[in-house]
C-alpha cells in the first residue's frame, strides 16, 4: 500500500507536521489543507486515498467538509479528528459520512493503524472477491468484482463503509446477523464510537440509498434484539 495519498486536514501547523512526518515515514505521500475550502480543493484534485479531518477549521466545519466531500460523490474514507469527546458530535459525524471518528489526542501508532486499517477496507481485500461475481435483488445489482453498486443501470455512491456492510449482509441472505457481528466483519477493529449506534447509521444510509421506501424497506430488515437481516427476494 506504500505511496497511497493522504490528506491532512489540519489547521494548527505543529499537530499537521507532526502527522506529516509520521505518516512520510510510513511511505505514504502526504497532502495538506488548512482550510475546509483548500480541503474540498485538495481533494477533487490530488484525490487522496484518505482523508484525515479535522473537525474546528478556520472557515466551514469538519462536518461541512465530509458532507460536501460525499454529496460530490467521492467515496475514499474519511477519518475525523476532534478535541470534542461529545456523543452527539461523532454520531454527526457519521451522519454525514464519516467512516471512523478519533478523538485527541490520540496514538500516533493507534492512528496509522487505523488508518491502515480503513484502507485495507476501502482498497484491499474489498476486491478479492470471486471474478465477475454478482448479488442482484430488485433493482439493484452489486457488483462483487468491479465494486460497484448499480440501481436501474444508474451508478449508486456508497463508501466503502457501506459497499461492505451491504457486501457481507447480502452474502448471508435471509440470516439474522448481529450488530456485533457486523462490527467484527465490517469494522474489524474497535471503534472510538458506540458500535450499534455505528452499524445502524450506516444500514440507515444504505436503506436511504437502496430501498424504495427506506421507512418500510424490504431487503434490509432490522430484526428486533438481534441485529439486520438481508431479505432475499423469492
Ligand atoms: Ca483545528
Known sequence: MAGEKIL???????VSRGLE???QDEGFEVFLAETGMEALET????????ILLDLRLPDISGFDVCRTIRQEGRR???LMLT?????????????LGADDYVVKP???RELIARIRALLRRAYGDLSKASQGEKITFGNIVIDLE???????GEPVYLTPTEFRLLRYITSRPNRPISRETLIEAVWGYDSDIGSDRTVDVHIRHLREKLEPDPAQPQWLLTVRGVGYKFQAPG
Open 76 to 78: 475514499q474514507p474519511i
Open 83 to 95: 478535541a470534542l469527546d461529545e456523543p452527539v458530535d461523532k454520531v454527526l459525524g457519521l451522519e
Open 21 to 23: 512526518y509520521a505518516l
Open 8 to 14: 491532512i486536514v489540519e489547521d494548527e501547523r505543529a
Open 106 to 108: 490520540y496514538d500516533l
Open 43 to 50: 481533494t477533487r484534485t490530488a484525490e487522496p486515498n484518505l
Open 146 to 152: 468491479q465494486l460497484r453498486v448499480t440501481q436501474d
